[in-house]
């Protein structure tokens, strides 16, 4: 039987709502989404902040006169939101994905394969239903924690930095659900698939620095965390959340330290990532972000054609 556009357009949507709606009624999914987030806030207001906070203070020196514990709180704070947002693109995708996993272990995907449902148009639902949840939530994560910090501090946004900071969680989004789409397809029970996602939330803050900035890890570990796309989008977040906090911090300052405190935060918190040896800059981390997503959506055409290929 052959579909005409409008019938695969529908069907398309169709399955893209079904897999939203499923996985916004799991609410135990969602938790275990946000693991990831609720750990880096804990560590954070208990260990980090204040840590972080004294210690750029007193690395100010005779400078710290000119510049207000209210000013490193409001740069530490856009260093906590980078780290919640960035590993929230990574944890979320990959429990928004478990709906896969889910409907092959109660063998829905037999019923798709016996409809005349392409099997490119379901396998590119279940990737717009991810993204879509993702975006719900990691959105709403990005937008309460620019509502907080704007309310207790200032982060010196302009409107066209927020602007881009949307655009590059939706760019994130992408990469993240293709490269877990590849991860899921090798899953076949949801008890396997939680378990591996519980690993996953409780590393995925080291690896992209949300707990400890990659610059202070050894190099060889650094080479490794910076293959890791979540490293170059968390980076991305940091760039846009503490540039302006920064940038007001050495206005402050007025140059009277050479430039050697704005140098010394952009080191510390890794705001230029170390790539096998060489610094890479902004527009080098969204070609590598967007090499990914490109070389992602091949693996995952060529995997999924193969997955779904009709007997």
């Known amino acids: 039987m052959n579909l005409t556009f409008k ?60 510049v207000s514990e209210q000013d490193i709180s409001n740069l530490v704070n856009g260093w906590l939101l980078s780290g919640l947002v960035g590993s929230s693109t990574i944890t979320i995708a990959l ?55 704007s309310i207790i501090g200032n982060l010196y ?10 655009l590059l969680l939706l760019l994130a989004i992408m990469s993240s659900v293709l490269l877990m789409m590849i991860i899921i397809s090798f899953f076949k029970k949801i008890s396997s698939l939680s378990a591996f996602s519980g690993v996953i939330s409780a590393c995925i803050g080291f690896f992209i620095g949300a707990y400890i900035p990659i610059g202070q890890f050894d190099k060889g570990i650094q080479y490794v965390a910076n293959i890791i796309p979540g490293s170059h989008v968390t980076c991305l977040f940091r760039n846009y959340l503490m540039s302006g906090s920064l940038n007001h911090i050495d206005g402050l300052i007025n140059g009277l330290d050479g430039g050697a405190f704005k140098e010394s935060v952009s080191n510390l918190f890794s705001l230029n990532l170390n790539f096998f040896g060489s610094s890479i800059n902004i527009l080098t981390m969204y070609l590598y972000i967007s090499l990914i997503i490109i070389v992602s959506l091949i693996v995952n055409i060529v995997l999924y054609r193969y997955s779904f290929k009709r007997q």
Request: aromatic share 12%; proline share 1%.
């Open 7 to 66: 019938q695969k357009f529908n069907a398309y949507l169709g399955m893209s709502k079904r897999n939203i709606k499923i996985f916004l009624k799991d609410k135990t999914t969602i938790f275990f989404s946000l693991l990831a987030q609720l750990i880096i806030l804990v560590l954070y207001l208990t260990f980090l902040k204040q840590n972080y906070v004294d210690g750029l203070l007193n690395n100010l020196g005779g400078l710290k006169e000119m």
């Open 95 to 149: 429990n928004a994905l478990s709906v896969m996993v889910n409907d092959k272990e109660r063998k829905v995907d037999y019923d798709y394969n016996s409809s005349p449902i392409n099997g490119t148009l379901i396998i590119l639902s279940y990737f717009t239903g991810a993204v879509i949840t993702t975006f719900i939530l990691s959105g709403l994560i990005l937008t309460l924690g620019l509502i907080i910090l």
């Open 157 to 166: 946004l302009t409107m066209m930095n927020v602007v881009s900071l949307y």
